[in-house]
């Protein structure tokens, strides 16, 4: 009885690692403190085109990517 | 982005532009700030050229990962918060008050 229980106990554990194996690992941001931040431009809610180069020189940027419009965070 | 919203003043007068970015399309993000009343730039990375190029596309989701980057006013990369730590801006907001001090 205590083989059985300790089989299945072994058997739960490697569970969580079994699924993890399963899942993509979440992207390394490829830009990296101390790089310079490449430079874009993209259209924002109101339709305005917006660079980031515009900030430069005048303004720090908190660039806040962000996973889904109408979601927390 | 509701969290950026509040700590907008803060991040203001610390010399800081906020911009979201995400993969959703320009209408999904106007109907989104007008909810939320975000009034800093959400920007449209359709296609996804911008979040793969800063390395934080997930192909599961098909959509970035949640990551806030501080760039300074030389164009410089000075602090990268990702997940949990960029959900909360109290990090981001420290990091760019820091900046300031230092200038």
């Given at each position: 009885m205590k083989h059985?229980?300790?089989?299945?106990?072994?058997?739960?554990s490697s569970l969580p690692a079994i699924y993890a194996a399963d899942q993509p690992a979440a992207p390394t941001p490829t830009?990296?403190?101390?790089?310079?931040?490449?430079?874009?431009?993209?259209?924002?809610?109101?339709?305005?085109?917006v660079s980031l180069h515009e900030f430069k020189g005048k303004k720090?940027?908190?660039?806040?990517?962000?996973?889904?419009?109408?979601?927390?965070g | 982005?509701?969290?950026?919203?509040?700590?907008?003043?803060?991040?203001?007068?610390?010399?800081?532009?906020?911009?979201?970015?995400?993969?959703?399309?320009?209408?999904?993000?106007?109907?989104?700030?007008?909810q939320i009343g975000v009034t800093f730039p959400l920007l449209s990375d359709w296609g996804g050229d911008v979040t793969k190029e800063y390395g934080l596309y997930n192909p599961q989701y098909k959509a970035a990962r949640r990551a806030t980057?501080?760039?300074?006013?030389?164009?410089?990369?000075t602090d990268i918060k990702l997940d949990k730590e960029a959900v909360d801006p109290t990090k981001?907001?420290?990091?760019?008050q820091a900046r300031k001090l230092n200038r």
């Open positions: 059985v229980l300790l089989a299945a106990l072994l058997a739960a830009v990296k403190v101390g790089d310079m931040a490449p430079d874009f431009t993209l259209t924002d809610q109101n339709g305005n085109k720090n940027v908190a660039l806040a990517f962000y996973v889904f419009a109408f979601t927390g | 982005m509701q969290a950026f919203q509040q700590n907008l003043t803060k991040l203001e007068a610390a010399d800081t532009q906020v911009l979201g970015v995400s993969m959703d399309s320009r209408f999904s993000n106007q109907a989104w700030a007008q980057f501080v760039v300074d006013k030389d164009g410089k990369v981001t907001v420290e990091a760019c």
